[in-house]
C-alpha cells in the first residue's frame, strides 16, 4: 500500500544552520507530494507541494524536490530561524476509488537555538 | 483567506459519553476529512465525506465515530461512548476536489479532546 517514511526527530539546529529533513514513500502510479508544517497549538499548513517527478516545490525559504527514482522529497532550507521551530509532516496523496487519499508521514519536530 | 474552523477548541468529557465536534468546511470545497492526532505526533486518517456519504473510513473509526453533514455548511464528528484512549486532537480538514488530486488539504486548528 501507500505509505510515508520520515526521518525521526527530533532535530535541534543552531540558527542558521542547514536543514535536511528526509522523506521517502511508497506508492503505485505518480502520486503529488505534500510538507505541511504545525506549528505550537496550531493546526498543520501546507508549506509545498510537487505533483510530478523532478518539480521542486519551495516557499518561505524550504525547498522540496520529487524524485521518482529514489521514491524521496526530502525538505531542505538553507539557514533556519527559531520561527522554524515546528513540527514538519511529509504528505502524498493520490485518487483512490473515486476519493483523495492523503497519506501522513509520522512528522519530524525541529528545534532552532538561538 | 477562507479557512476551516473548528468547535470547540477544547472539550473535555466523562468517559462514557458523548461528544460532538463541530466543523465548518470551506465553503465550496466538495471533500471533507477528520483525522486525529496523539500528543502531537502521528496524523491518523480517520473517515473522509463526499456528496453527503462516507467515502473510505480507516479501522479506528468504528461504530463509535459517526459523521454528518447537517445541513450543507457543518460536518461533525460524532463519538457516541467515549473512552480514555480517545484523548487526542482531532483535525477537521477539506479540499476543493474538483478534478484534480493535488489539491492541498486545508485544516482546520483543531479540538483537543480530553477524556477523563
Known amino acids: 500500500g501507500n505509505s510515508v517514511t520520515q526521518m525521526e526527530g527530533p532535530v535541534t539546529l543552531s540558527e542558521e544552520a542547514f536543514l535536511t529533513i528526509n522523506c521517502t514513500y511508497t506508492?503505485?502510479?505518480?502520486?503529488?507530494l505534500f510538507w505541511y508544517v504545525q506549528y505550537p497549538g496550531e493546526g498543520l499548513q501546507l508549506l509545498l507541494k510537487a505533483t510530478k517527478a523532478d518539480d521542486k516545490g519551495s516557499n518561505k525559504g524550504f525547498e522540496a524536490t520529487y524524485r521518482k527514482e529514489t521514491t524521496s522529497f526530502h525538505l531542505e532550507k538553507g539557514s533556519v530561524q527559531v520561527s522554524d521551530s515546528a513540527v514538519y509532516f511529509c504528505?502524498?496523496?493520490?485518487?483512490?476509488?473515486?476519493?483523495?487519499?492523503?497519506?501522513f508521514g509520522t512528522g519530524t519536530r525541529l528545534k532552532v537555538l538561538a | 483567506e477562507p479557512e476551516v474552523t473548528q468547535t470547540p477548541s477544547h472539550q473535555v468529557t466523562q468517559m462514557g459519553q458523548e461528544v460532538i465536534l463541530r466543523c465548518v468546511p470551506i465553503s465550496n470545497h466538495l471533500y471533507f476529512y477528520w483525522y486525529r492526532q496523539i500528543l502531537g505526533q502521528k496524523v491518523e486518517f480517520l473517515v473522509s465525506?463526499?456528496?453527503?456519504?462516507?467515502?473510505?473510513k480507516s479501522e479506528i473509526f468504528d461504530d463509535q465515530f459517526s459523521v454528518e453533514r447537517p445541513d450543507g455548511s457543518n460536518f461533525t464528528l460524532k463519538i457516541r461512548s467515549t473512552k480514555l484512549e480517545d484523548s487526542a486532537m482531532y483535525f477537521c480538514a477539506s479540499i476543493l476536489g474538483t478534478g484534480s488530486y493535488n489539491s492541498p488539504l486545508h485544516f482546520g486548528n483543531g479540538t483537543r479532546l480530553t477524556v477523563t
Open positions: 504528505a502524498l496523496t493520490r485518487p483512490t476509488s473515486g476519493t483523495y487519499k492523503y497519506i
Open positions: 465525506f463526499y456528496n453527503n456519504e462516507i467515502s473510505e
Open positions: 506508492a503505485t502510479g505518480y502520486p503529488s
